[in-house]
């Protein structure tokens, strides 16, 4: 028997004018080490940094792999045309690369809040740095970095929309856009309209290849839910070829090559399950074709 210490340790400040806290782990097996420091200043500037430090590059020989995410939020700051300004941040790594597949798994699971913005980054600090793990891996000579804003929209904020831009570089070099937006209306706590979209772009100049995916889900307006996936696809190489679809295409059609697997768009009657009374429907249009399709489904269960 032998002591063995933890992996992870967690830690919480409330001193009044200054609060936050921070979370430390480490990975003996992968030679990695991370941490989350989030401090909070008389509860109106909060920053938030999370960082990744792996001392083994992927073929295994010496060298470093570094990621660095922080953010600032702060009271809005009025722009104009009733947008604020409620936050910046960044993301920076050295020999870090932006691993597509798992970006968009991370989409699909609505984790992009890992990166932008992440909210309660302490307890939810294991997620993250997992997902930040998986979304960004260490590449030796590959760099990734790109500036995020947080805007708001109406006082008090109704329209919030987190946006950031990463740029990885050298070449091929690739460009990811991440987006959230949320709104609730009148108010977050009696949200008679609520709409939350994801939305994650990629453009590779490598393969000549852009794709800008938009998913919309827990939104409902007074009592009809609303879910639903699109798409934008765009090939500039040497078989180009376009498509876009809200809803996804036509169960007969050969879909273009990279061309994700959408849901359809869902207009729902209840916010239950039974009865449930539901509109299915999906537009399209590609290089050589114009698509439309719906069903109504009516579901009773005694």
């Not at 941490?35 to 509860?43: D, F, N, Q, R």
């Not at 722009?79 to 597509?100: C, D």
């Not at 996804?248 to 768009?265: A, D, I």
């Amino acid at each position: 028997l032998q002591f063995k210490p933890p992996n992870g340790l967690g830690e919480e400040l409330d001193a009044g004018l200054i609060s936050g806290g921070g979370y430390f782990f480490i990975d003996n097996a992968k030679h990695r080490y991370a941490g989350v420091l989030e401090c909070s200043i008389a509860e109106i500037v909060q920053v938030k940094i999370i960082g990744i430090l792996d001392t083994v590059l992927p073929d295994g020989s010496p060298g470093f792999s570094l990621l660095l995410v922080i953010t600032t939020e702060f009271p809005p700051i009025q722009l104009s045309f009733g947008f604020t300004l409620n936050g910046v941040g960044g993301i920076g790594g050295v020999n870090r690369t932006m691993a597509v597949d798992a970006l968009r798994a991370g989409f699909r699971a609505h984790h992009l809040d890992s990166v932008l913005f992440p909210s309660d980054p302490i307890n939810n600090a294991p997620r993250i740095i997992s997902d930040l793990s998986s979304f960004f891996p260490p590449a030796d000579g590959r760099y990734v970095f790109g500036p995020m804003l947080k805007l708001g929209w109406g006082t008090p904020t109704l329209i919030t929309l987190s946006l950031g831009i990463i740029l990885e570089i050298p070449d091929p070099i690739r460009i990811v856009i991440l987006g959230e937006i949320r709104m609730a209306l009148p108010t977050d706590d009696l949200a008679l309209i609520e709409l939350n979209i994801d939305v994650l772009g990629i453009i590779d100049f490598g393969v000549k290849l852009l794709t800008i995916q938009g998913t919309m889900y827990d939104s409902h307006v007074l009592i009809y839910s609303l879910s639903g996936d699109m798409a934008v696809m765009l090939s500039w190489g040497d078989n180009p070829n376009f498509a876009f679809s809200v809803g996804g295409l036509n169960p007969r059609f050969t879909p273009p090559p990279n061309f994700p697997q959408l849901n359809r768009c869902c207009v729902s009657i209840g916010l239950g399950d039974n009865p449930r009374l539901s509109s299915n429907s999906y537009y399209g249009v590609t290089s050589n074709s114009a698509q439309f399709g719906a069903n109504v489904d009516l579901l009773i269960e005694g």
